[in-house]
C-alpha cells in the first residue's frame, strides 16, 4: 500500500523550497484558517485531540506542551524551533529545512499564535550552511508577503522570527542547552524542573519544537485532528520521516505511518540488506536508542511498541547492521560519539563516558582484560540517572543493549583478541 | 530557581545586557572570517566589543567545535567518520586516502597552510553517506576519485 506523503509531499518538486511553490501547494492557508476561524485556546484542543507527540526524540505530546505554557497575555513568550539535528543516522530535519522551510515556518506561526508569542527563533546547527541560507531567504519572502511581522494578515497578530546559528555542539539539541546557546553561553543544559515551557529563555515561558514537529501543525489545521489521528497507532498518530541508513540497498528518508512494521521499512522502502546478507543489529531511532536484534524486525515503528521491546523511537533514525558487523566495533565507534559530546558539565558523564571508550577500545583491540564485560556495565550502572540531562543515559544505550543482545561477542573479543564475525 | 521567584516571572523583554550576549556566537563568527581564527586579538576585539570579559569569551569560543583558537588551513577538510558512513564502507578509506594524497595525519595542516584535515561525527547525511565537509560544503556519495578532483581543484591544480 502506497501512502500518501503528507511532510514530504513538496520535498521533489524543482523549487521546493521557494514561498510561490509552497503557495501553490496549498501553503499558508492553515494559517489563515488559524487565525480568522479558530482561537489560541481552540488550536491548543485541536493539537491536543491530534494526538501529535515530538519527533525530536522524547516523545511528548505537543498540546499537552503548549498548555504549559502560561495564558496571560502580558508575559513575554518565546517559539524555539530546534533544527540542531545532530543525532548519528538521523536527516530528516535538513530536508525538510532545505527542501520545504516554508512549512516549518507555517507551523511555527500558528505554535507561537496559539501560546501568545510574538518572537520566536530558529536555532540551526552550525554545519547546515545551506539550511542557513534556505532559513532566512524563505523567512524573508515570508515577510515580504505579510505572514511575519506586524498585523500578520490583518489578523492582529505580530511575529518575528529570526535565524541563531549554533557552532558545532550536539548537546545544543537538548532543549535546556539549546536555550543557553541562544543566550550566547556555552551549551550546558540546566536542570528540569523547571521546564521551559515556564521558564525558559530569559526566564521566560519558551516552547521548543523539532522541525519535524511543527511541520505537521499546518496539515492538523487544515484537515483537522479526527483526520490526523487516524494515521498511525493509537498512542501514536501521525506520519512519520524515518531514515534508513547502514547496511541498506536504498538508504533514504521514508515517510510512513508511525506503527509500520520495522521489516517492511527495511525490506520493502529500503530494498532489503545489501549483497543479501542477513541483519544482525537495528538501531530503530538514532545513535542514542538501545539496539534490536534480527529477532525484533516485526515491531511496529511506534512509541509503545517500541518500548514494550526495550527500545524507543526516537528521531526514528534507523540505522541497519548486517551479519558481518562488529558489534563491539559498532558499540565504540556510537560511544566515542557520546564521550566526545559530552559537554563535561555532569562528572559521571565527562569522565565515565571516556573510561567507557577506553575500555571498548581495548576489547576492540584485542587487548580485552578477564572481567571488562562486567567493568563495562558497571561504569554505565555509574553513569545512567547520574546525570542532569538525557546525554548521560543515551551514552550507555548501545553499550548495555549491545550486551544485552551479544555478550557472546564481547567474551569472544576478550578471549580470542579477534571478533567473531570475522572469522 | 525557587518558587517565590516564579511566582514574579515578570512580562518583559531581555534587558540590554541578555542581548548582548546573545550575539556572542555571530560576532565570534565574523570574528573568525575577519582574523582566520580566534587569536587572543580576536577574542579581545570580540569581547570588548560585547562587554564581556576575555575569559567569558574564550570559555565560550572554546565549547564550540566550529570555533577555532589555533590557526588552521584555508580549506578544513572535515570527513565524518560516523556509525552509517562506516557501515555504508568507504569513510575509512576516504581518510586514508586524503593523509597520503596531502601527506598529514587527521588534526594536522599541510605545510603551505591550504589544507587541515579533521574527522568528525554524523553530518545528518547518512543516507548519502560516505560524506565529507570543506569549509561550509557538504559533499556526499564521497569517493576517494571524487575526492582526489576536489582537492585538486580547491589546490588550483
Given at each position: 500500500?502506497t ?78 524551533v ?16 532545505e527542501?520545504?522551510p ?6 511555527t ?16 546547527r ?17 515577510y ?13 497578530f ?14 545544543c ?49 487544515l ?27 536504498r ?74 558487523t ?16 559530552s ?35 558497571g ?24 550486551i544485552?543482545?551479544?555478550r ?6 576478550i ?9 | ?17 541578555q ?26 576585539r ?6 564581556i ?18 590557526p ?6 572535515q ?52 560524506t ?26
Amino acid at each position: 500500500m502506497t501512502f500518501e506523503k503528507i511532510l514530504l509531499r513538496n520535498v521533489d518538486l524543482p523549487n521546493s523550497e521557494k514561498i510561490d511553490v509552497y503557495l501553490e501547494r496549498r501553503g499558508y492557508q492553515a494559517l489563515r484558517k488559524a487565525l480568522y476561524v479558530h482561537t489560541p485556546e481552540a488550536l491548543i484542543n485541536m493539537v491536543r485531540k491530534s494526538g501529535l507527540r515530538g519527533r525530536g526524540g522524547a516523545g511528548f505530546p505537543t498540546g499537552l506542551k503548549w498548555s504549559f505554557v502560561p495564558k496571560d497575555s502580558d508575559v513575554t513568550k518565546y517559539v524555539c524551533v530546534n533544527t540542531d539535528e545532530g543525532e548519528p543516522g538521523t536527516f530528516k530535519d535538513r530536508l525538510l529545512v532545505e527542501r520545504d522551510p516554508h512549512s516549518v515556518i507555517e507551523g511555527t506561526i500558528i505554535t507561537s499564535y496559539a501560546v501568545g508569542a510574538h518572537r520566536a527563533f530558529v536555532y540551526i546547527r552550525g554545519e547546515f550552511f545551506m539550511g542557513v541560507k534556505r532559513w532566512m531567504k524563505a523567512i524573508d519572502d515570508a515577510y515580504a508577503r505579510g505572514f511575519l511581522g506586524k498585523d500578520i494578515l490583518g489578523s492582529g497578530f505580530d511575529l518575528d522570527l529570526s535565524v541563531h546559528r549554533g557552532a558545532g555542539a550536539y548537546i545544543c539539541g537538548e532543549e535546556t542547552a539549546l536555550l543557553e546557546s541562544l543566550e550566547g553561553k556555552r551549551g550546558e543544559p540546566r536542570p528540569k524542573p523547571p521546564y521551559p515551557a515556564q521558564v525558559g529563555l530569559y526566564g521566560q515561558p519558551t516552547l521548543v519544537h523539532n522541525v519535524e514537529t511543527l511541520a505537521n501543525i499546518p496539515h492538523i489545521v487544515l484537515r483537522g485532528p479526527e483526520w490526523y489521528a487516524q494515521i498511525g497507532a493509537e498512542n501514536s498518530t501521525g506520519p512519520k520521516i524515518f531514515c534508513v541508513s547502514g547496511h541498506v540497498k536504498r538508504p533514504g528518508n521514508y515517510e510512513l505511518p508511525l506503527g509500520t512494521p520495522l521489516r517492511e521499512i527495511i525490506y520493502d522502502h529500503a530494498g532489503g540488506i545489501r549483497d543479501d546478507k542477513e541483519v544482525k543489529a537495528v538501531i530503530p531511532g538514532g545513535a542514542s536508542t538501545p539496539m534490536l536484534t534480527a529477532e525484533h524486525l516485526d515491531v511496529s515503528m511506534d512509541f509503545e511498541s517500541l518500548a514494550a521491546v526495550g527500545s524507543m523511537l526516537g528521531t526514528g533514525g534507523i540505522i541497519v547492521m548486517d551479519e558481518d558487523t562488529c558489534i563491539v566495533d559498532a558499540t565504540l565507534r556510537l560511544t566515542r560519539f557520546f564521550a566526545h559530546e559530552s559537554c563535561g558539565k555532569c562528572t559521571p558523564c565527562r569522565v565515565g563516558t571516556q573510561r567507557l571508550v577506553d575500555i571498548l577500545q581495548r576489547i576492540e583491540d584485542g587487548r580485552g582484560q578477564e572481567g571488562d564485560v562486567d567493568r563495562v556495565l558497571g561504569l554505565c550502572q555509574g553513569i545512567m540517572g547520574h546525570t542532569f540531562c538525557a546525554l548521560g543515559d543515551a551514552a550507555v544505550n548501545p553499550t548495555l543493549s549491545s550486551i544485552k543482545h551479544f555478550r557472546e561477542e564481547y567474551e569472544y573479543h576478550i578471549e580470542h583478541q579477534r571478533c567473531i564475525a570475522s572469522s | 530557581m525557587p518558587p517565590e521567584e516564579l511566582e514574579d516571572v515578570p512580562s518583559r523583554s531581555p534587558t540590554e545586557e541578555q542581548t548582548r550576549r546573545s550575539m556572542l556566537l555571530t560576532a565570534l563568527y565574523i570574528a573568525q572570517e575577519q582574523y582566520g581564527y580566534l587569536s587572543e586579538e580576536a577574542l579581545q576585539r570580540t569581547a570588548e566589543r560585547l562587554n564581556i570579559s576575555l575569559k567569558d569569551a574564550y570559555s565560550t569560543a572554546s565549547f564550540y567545535s566550529l570555533f577555532q583558537i589555533q590557526p588552521l588551513g584555508r580549506y578544513v577538510i572535515q570527513v565524518c567518520e560516523g556509525l552509517s558512513c562506516h557501515l555504508a564502507g568507504g569513510a575509512e578509506r576516504l581518510v586514508e586516502y586524503i593523509q597520503r594524497k596531502l601527506g598529514i595525519e587527521v588534526g594536522q595542516t599541510t605545510p603551505d597552510r591550504l589544507f587541515t584535515l579533521q574527522t568528525v561525527q554524523c553530518l545528518a547525511s547518512c543516507g548519502t553517506s560516505p560524506t565529507l565537509r570543506i569549509n561550509d560544503e557538504l559533499y556526499e556519495d564521497m569517493t576517494p576519485e571524487k575526492a582526489d578532483r576536489l582537492l585538486d581543484q580547491l589546490a588550483g591544480r
